[in-house]
């Protein structure tokens, strides 16, 4: 189920784009979202560890730190956000969906007999758990949904 993600982009989002962060995750991709960071905080934390600084705020270029990490997005809809993520980043959004958590980042792993017993439903077929905030996921409705949006994003690359 999980693949490789060598390689592959990774991303810290600044505060206002807790929904695009959640998005990168579901398409599997290692995703930190800041909290109360300064700018300058946030380049130095991106440069450290390799990710693209994802903003709208413009002022960020003001920082010479932000040549070639901050990339400031346009404040249009998240679907547009998505097509121009896509092709800038050749962004797989179906290769590695629904491997990672949405809230916290954590890879998920294969659940355990108990703890899908622990859920109050009955749970359909493969389900996964996350090692660190103890949220199982299956294909039910809410992951079809988001599947279909992704494979909209696919297509749109
Ligand atoms: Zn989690």
């Not at 629904?98 to 109050?120: G, I, Y």
Request: proline share 4%; glycine share 8%; hydrophobic share 45%.
């Amino acid at each position: 189920m999980a693949m490789s993600t060598e390689g592959a982009p990774r991303f810290l989002c600044d505060a206002m784009l807790g929904g695009l962060a959640r998005w990168l995750r579901a398409a599997g991709y290692d995703t930190l979202l800041a909290r109360r960071e300064s700018d300058r905080e946030l380049l130095a934390l991106a440069a450290a560890t390799g990710r693209h600084f994802l903003t709208c705020d413009g002022t960020i270029r003001e920082h010479k730190a932000a040549r070639g990490v901050a990339l400031v997005l346009p404040q249009t809809k998240l679907d547009d956000i998505a097509e121009l993520l896509g092709r800038h980043f050749a962004i797989d959004w179906l290769a590695r969906a629904f491997t990672r958590c949405v809230l916290d980042n954590a890879l998920l792993e294969a659940a355990t007999a108990e703890q899908v017993a622990s859920h109050p439903h009955p749970l359909p077929g493969n389900v996964l758990h996350c090692p660190a905030c103890g949220r199982l996921y299956w294909e039910g409705s809410h992951l079809s949904r988001m599947r279909r949006r992704l494979e909209r994003w696919q297509a749109a690359r």
